[in-house]
C-alpha cells in the first residue's frame, strides 16, 4: 500500500455521484482514495494541474484537454455515457432539422456543445454558415429563450425541461449519436504504476458495487444521494434519465479490442476540438486509455 492515498477530484454530477453513494456505504477504502469534492470541473483541472490531486472525474473533451495542457493522464473508466440527456430544443415553428436555416441556435461554446452542435448540423445537412449561432452558458439559456434571443438552444437537463415547458419541443439528442458524449475517471499516467495500482482498482469496484445498489435498490440510492445533489429522491431517479451507467462488462467492451469505441469516440472528438479552436492540434492518443484496472472478474468473453 502507498504511504498516502490516491486523491481524485470529483464535481457534482449526477453520473459521479456512485463513487460518493459507495463512499457512504463504507464501500470505498479511505485509506487508499480520498475524494476531493469541488465546485466544477474547471476545479478538477486546476488541482491536476497544480499537481494537488492523482486524478479527476471530467468528461472527455475535459480529458483531452488536460492532456494537451502536458498533465498526463489515462482513461482507467467511464462513468457515464449520453444518452438522451443532451438535446436540441427548438421552438414549435421549427419542425425538422433543416428548418433550422437561417435561424439563431443556442449551445454552450465548450467541447459537448461543438460536438452536438457539430452532429445537428450534420444530420439537417447544413453548414455554420447557413445558420446564426449565439454562444451561451447554460445558465444563461433560459433566460434567452424566453427573451426570444435565440429559436433553438443546444442543453441538457434541467435547462431542457424549463425550454421544453415554455413551449420547446425536442428535435435531436445523444441517442443519435451513441457512445459519443461520455463521462470518464482519468489518472495521472504516474499514479498508475505500483504502489498505487491497487487503490485504483479499490476505487474502480467500489464504483460498479454502488451501480449495482443503485440498480437493485434505487429508492435506498437515490435517498442517499438526494442531499448531495440538493434534489429530492424522485428527482434524482429522473436524473439519470438520459444516462447510462455502464458496468465492468461495458467497460470493458468500451475500452478493449484491436479499435476500442472509446478511442473511435476520443478521435473524432479530438477533431471536432481542433476544429472549433478548443485544441491547436490532434491528441496523439498514447496512453489515453488504461483498460488493465477494470475487474477482471467481470471481463466479457
Known sequence: MADKPVSIAVSVWIGYEPILLARSKGWLDERQVHLVE???????????????????ALTLDEALIGRARGIPLSIVMIF?????????????????????????????????????????????????????????????Q?????????????????????????????????????????????????ILDHPHASAIRQ????????????????????????????????????????????????NYRLMTGPSPELLRTARKLSEIMVKNELLKQDDTMISLIRADFLPTDFQAN
Request: aromatic content about 4%; hydrophobic content about 45%.
Open 38 to 56: 469541488v465546485a466544477s470541473a474547471t476545479d478538477c483541472l486546476k488541482l491536476l494541474a497544480e499537481g494537488k490531486v492523482d486524478g479527476a
Open 80 to 140: 457515464d455515457v449520453s444518452t438522451g440527456a443532451d438535446m436540441l430544443i427548438a421552438r414549435l415553428g421549427i419542425k425538422q432539422l433543416n428548418d433550422l436555416k437561417g435561424r439563431r441556435i443556442g449551445y454552450e461554446p465548450g467541447a459537448v456543445g461543438a460536438l452536438m452542435l457539430d452532429q445537428v448540423l450534420r444530420a439537417a445537412g447544413l453548414k455554420k454558415e447557413d445558420v446564426k449561432l449565439v454562444a451561451l452558458a447554460i445558465d444563461k
Open 142 to 190: 433560459h433566460d434567452a429563450w424566453t427573451h426570444d434571443k435565440v429559436d433553438a438552444a443546444i442543453n441538457y437537463e434541467p435547462v431542457a425541461s424549463q425550454l421544453l415547458a415554455s413551449g420547446g419541443h425536442k428535435l435531436f439528442d445523444s441517442r443519435q449519436i451513441p457512445n459519443t458524449i461520455l463521462d470518464v475517471l482519468a489518472i495521472r499516467g504516474e
Open 203 to 250: 476505487l474502480i469496484s467500489a464504483h460498479f458495487r454502488a451501480i449495482g445498489h443503485l440498480n437493485r435498490n434505487p429508492q435506498d440510492a437515490a435517498y442517499r444521494m438526494a442531499t448531495h445533489l440538493g434534489l429530492s429522491p424522485a428527482n434524482v431517479l429522473s436524473a439519470f434519465k438520459g444516462l447510462v451507467l455502464p458496468d465492468a462488462v461495458n
